[in-house]
């Protein structure tokens, strides 16, 4: 199982997305579960980096970049705007998937899922492309559609060695999303094990305000990379001086943790006399 993963979210806002078989509507019901999602996939896997995409009205937009902040792309879901509708495009999603992974290192893991509602896709040109080029770039696509599952849908997931999962209620989908939490098994030539420079900046607190980051936002607190003292204002991140990855030792502990658990715990039968 990899550490790196680097995850391309793809959520369907088509006028599907307004149906309310799911309450109060599915497109509720699905950005709720993803902000949840999000948490616990940062929670287990704090070194791997993630997107989000949006199709509606034909075409596929970037809501969030690949970076590594829970925060920021929660409160990019709920400050979706309220105006769901046209048909969604799976072409131009996995175009925008694939082209923002497309720079990967190696050593990362490629991924995307998909959050689909409509059981229709409109495309400009051959999604049969679509896919081959996702098969082609290593990006393994994964799908929870919304009512029914759809052969297109199911084609992406085969072809690129994804799951696919239809939920039957809220609970449901939750648990095929959280499914998606952990790391999926992964052959060795698909990311070769290999030495990955990291930094281990300082946490830097002063009394007077620094540019931090860079979008140079005046803060107290910042992380100071250890190669070339370039301020950061959160772990885990990537330099936006040098482009060395910054962590803490306690997110090499999590991900070690979780990428190997303790062995399933085996009762002792010689240990039911406890009291002898």
Do not use: W
């Amino acid at each position: 199982r990899g550490m790196m993963r680097f995850l391309h979210v793809v959520l369907d806002l088509s006028r599907s997305s307004l149906l309310r078989d799911f309450r109060p509507s599915r497109r509720e019901v699905m950005s709720n579960a993803l902000q949840r999602f999000v948490r616990e996939f940062f929670d287990q896997n704090p070194l791997s980096q993630l997107a989000i995409t949006v199709t509606r009205n034909g075409v596929a937009e970037t809501l969030t970049e690949l970076s590594s902040s829970p925060e920021a792309h929660v409160a990019k879901v709920k400050g979706l705007s309220n105006d769901p509708g046209g048909a969604a495009s799976l072409q131009n999603a996995l175009e925008v998937a694939v082209e923002g992974l497309r720079h990967v290192p190696p050593y990362g893991h490629r991924e995307c899922l998909l959050l689909f509602s409509s059981l229709t896709v409109c495309d400009p040109g051959d999604v049969k492309g679509a896919i081959q080029a996702a098969k082609l770039q290593n990006v393994r696509c994964s799908v929870v559609g919304l009512g029914a599952e759809v052969f297109v849908l199911r084609r992406l997931a085969d072809a690129t060695g994804g799951l696919y999962g239809v939920p039957t209620s809220e609970g449901h989908l939750v648990e095929l999303l959280m499914g998606h939490a952990t790391a999926p098994p992964t052959c060795e030539e698909e990311a070769p094990a290999s030495l990955v420079q990291m930094g281990f900046p300082q946490h830097a607190q002063g009394d007077s305000f620094t540019l931090v980051g860079q979008d140079c936002v005046p803060s107290l607190s910042s992380f100071v990379c250890p190669r070339c003292k370039g301020r950061s204002s959160e772990l885990p991140c990537e330099c936006h001086i040098c482009g060395l990855s910054l962590v803490s030792s306690a997110h090499l502990a999590r991900s070690y943790h979780h990428l190997f658990p303790p062995p399933d715990y085996a009762e002792d039968p010689g240990g039911a006399s406890g009291g002898e």
